[in-house]
């Protein structure tokens, strides 16, 4: 690999989160040849990782010289997008951080519903900017490679009907699922001046009570001035005295009544002097001319004061002819839909909010109220009310910074859609390690890794167990062309007397054989390689980045005329596509002749976030298979169904033995060396460990 026109990045710690935890910050380096990518060099603090004891994988120990991939997924939108939090409230994505509540949504039965998720990861890049705006004048702006939920499935912001770019895309036919923004907003944030004396009116008319005037006690008239809040909610009343106390009104808080079975207790802020009391009553008298700011606070203050939001209905009540009067005129201003109920026998009267979740969104977009319990979401279902038809899909023509997280359910919602994540991440949280960095858009490189490596080889605590390399990222990959960290590598384990195995789908490590054999004749020594489609075409379509099956046969072929016994992982066998006995006859065929000593092998694993990609890669390639997945995979299950894996299992293992491939009578290992342990820990992974080992070793590819 070339490493021509080389130059440094801005050397900024600060461009990985997290940095403290990998260790000290060198240099960012970028090159043409891997355009849009920086590599970020550290000083790692550790080489040797442990593998915590409830992990399924066949090793306890493993080695990463790199964290990030160069095939990692370019899902990201603009860093301003909205998410919808857990507590009801909209947040900027960049504003969010590693297990925040937000929302995201999971399908239940035939409905999809909003329910309550965590940021597992969150990680920025740059890249070419498209804005896609919707029918209600919602506007989303994400990379070409960003997906939406839409009625027909999950698509990308672009994409093509032929070609290398063929995928699911957006078109002006598509309608997005969930409640948008509606193209409206409010002008400015809460604390201002109109917004602030708006929210005081609706606020201390709606449960406030304010007396200015005189009290005739006797034979004597007294001057009275009070002012009280009382409420149950500390949220809002919080709001309150913050901002009486930005217009220079101070009050005096406590206990007002105490908690009962039946009621919450209740905490007050008053005041009795009769200066601020004026100052109260004037700060809360209805201006002649009212902006939209001061509707929207008035709006935010009496539905704190006098509102709900439940069983999908918000209302506000209230018996003040003025009141109701300012609260029609509100939602008016804001074209907020809404109906008035009939009055009630003691004259109260009760104003709803029609049109749907996404009316109620945009009420609370608009509008800020303090309470937070009033503006759940989670467990309501996904019904799009509001226009959400793509309008137009325009290249902004110019890169920006965007924002990507990954989350619980494998999407969140960005500015009131169903919008997808990363999934390229599963093997970092099963392994318990970062999925925030290892698997970001930028490539770190432990530049030290050898010399640490060394160090912790060399402790009196060390007690050589086997070490695997490429569980988490290809030690080959592309970059290891400049950074030559794996000599150092093997050369450190074999003077130590440490047992390893790699695997890669690479080709780079036939660089390496000659060392690696001279390190198999000290240490026991295992390469495998991973080799799923043996039909070009369909490799092509399934996994473009990789490497293809003939580069990889050759690179068993060279390890194998090395003297390694190379194991083949035949994994994923996809069903319906990779499962015929002619298919796994050849595939064996091939591998038998490329020298290989044995195959451990595993059907198509799908864990979440995957399975959503994979099921939308078979709609548009495989539509007839559709139906017949969602019978092997039922609902959320990852792993092929029990009797799927029985049929597998007496359909490979003959074949197995036929080509001599199932590594019987003998473990793996370099022939003229000793045998290597870890490769028969390998051997449990389809074997006596079951289900739960083969989903761990299908996630190591």
């Known amino acids: 690999m070339r490493w021509q026109g080389q130059q440094l990045a801005t050397a900024d710690a600060s461009a990985l989160p997290g940095m403290e935890r990998l260790g000290g910050f060198v240099q960012s380096v970028t090159t043409p040849e891997f355009a849009g990518m920086t590599f970020h060099e550290v000083l790692c603090k550790s080489a040797l990782n442990h593998v915590p004891s409830s992990s399924a994988v066949p090793f306890d120990w ?56 965590r940021v597992k990861a969150k990680w920025a890049t740059r890249k070419r900017a498209f804005r896609v705006t919707l029918a209600d004048g919602t506007q989303l702006v994400a990379s070409a490679d960003h997906r939406f939920l839409t009625e027909r499935g999950w698509k990308h912001v672009r994409g093509a ?21 509606g193209g409206r907003t409010r002008l400015g944030p809460f604390m201002q001046g109109e917004y602030r004396r708006g929210y005081l009116t609706g606020m201390i008319r709606g449960d406030g009570m304010l007396f200015h005037g005189t009290c005739t006690y006797g034979d004597r008239t007294t001057s009275v001035h009070r002012f009280r809040l009382a409420l149950a909610d500390d949220e809002a009343l919080d709001r309150t005295r913050m901002l009486l106390d930005a217009e220079g009104i101070p009050t005096v808080t406590r206990p007002f009544v105490g908690a009962t079975e039946t009621r919450r207790a209740m905490t007050a802020i008053h005041t009795a002097r009769r200066a601020d009391v004026e100052a109260i009553a004037r700060v809360t008298s209805v201006p002649v001319l009212r902006t939209s700011e001061w509707h929207a606070g008035f709006l935010a203050g009496v ?34 839909p809404h109906v008035t109920e009939p009055a009630r026998s003691n004259g109260v009267r009760t104003i709803r909010v029609s049109g749907g979740l996404p009316e109620r969104q945009r009420f609370f977009r608009l509008t800020e109220p303090a309470i937070t319990r009033k503006l759940a979401i989670a467990g309501t279902a996904v019904k799009t009310a509001a226009d959400l038809r793509v309008v137009s899909i325009e290249d902004l023509g110019h890169e920006i910074d965007m924002v990507d997280i990954t989350t619980g359910t494998g999407d969140f919602i960005a500015n009131g859609v169903v919008s997808h994540n990363c999934f390229a991440r599963g093997t970092h949280e099963y392994l318990e390690l970062d999925a925030g960095h290892d698997f970001d858009s930028q490539i770190v490189v432990k530049v030290n890794v050898v010399d640490v490596l060394r160090k912790e080889l060399a402790r009196g605590s060390w007690e050589h167990e086997p070490v695997a390399l490429g569980t988490n990222t290809d030690p080959y990959q592309r970059a290891e062309g400049r950074y030559r960290l794996m000599p150092g590598i093997i050369s450190a384990l074999a003077e130590s007397g440490t047992p390893f195995s790699i695997l890669t789908k690479g080709t780079m490590i036939r660089r390496d054989l000659p060392l690696l054999t001279d390190a198999a004749s000290s240490v026991r020594v295992t390469i495998s390689t991973s080799i799923a489609v043996f039909d070009d075409a369909l ?46 006859d050849h595939a064996l065929t091939r591998i038998k002749e490329a020298g290989a000593h044995r195959v451990v092998y595993g059907a198509l694993h799908l864990r979440p976030g995957a399975k959503q990609w994979f099921m939308q890669w078979l709609e548009r390639e495989h539509p007839e298979l559709v139906s017949s997945y969602r019978g092997l995979y039922p609902g959320a ?42 490769a028969a820990r390998s051997t449990v992974v389809t074997t006596s460990r079951g289900m739960r080992a083969e989903a761990a070793a299908s996630r190591l590819f």
């Open 637 to 678: 299950t990852a792993y092929a169904s029990k009797a799927y894996r029985s049929w597998l299992a007496k359909r490979v293992r003959p074949l197995m033995r036929v080509h001599g491939l199932d590594g019987e009578g003998e473990e793996d290992g370099p022939r003229r060396g000793p045998v290597s342990g870890l």
């Open 161 to 181: 009907m032929s070609g290398p770019e063929q995928r699911p895309y957006l078109t002006t036919s598509d309608r997005l699922l969930g409640f948008g923004l």
């Open 303 to 336: 539905f704190d004061a006098e509102g709900s939001c439940s069983g999908g209905v918000l209302r506000i009540s209230n018996k003040d002819s003025e009141t109701l009067r300012l609260i029609h005129e509100a939602l008016d201003v804001h074209h907020i």
């Open 539 to 584: 490799q092509k379509s399934i996994e473009p980045g990789a490497p293809t099956a003939t580069a990889r046969l050759e690179t068993v072929r060279a390890a194998a005329e090395a003297g390694f016994r190379v194991t083949v992982f035949l994994m994923p066998i996809i069903p319906h596509l990779t499962d015929s006995i002619p298919a796994i």
């Open 62 to 117: 493993t080695i990463n010289p790199y964290r990030g991939c160069s095939h990692a997924c370019t899902y990201c939108v603009s860093a301003d997008t909205l998410v919808l939090c857990a507590d009801g409230r909209q947040r900027r994505i960049d504003e969010l951080s590693i297990g925040q509540e937000i929302v995201g949504s999971e399908k239940r039965g035939d409905y999809r519903h909003y329910v309550t998720t």
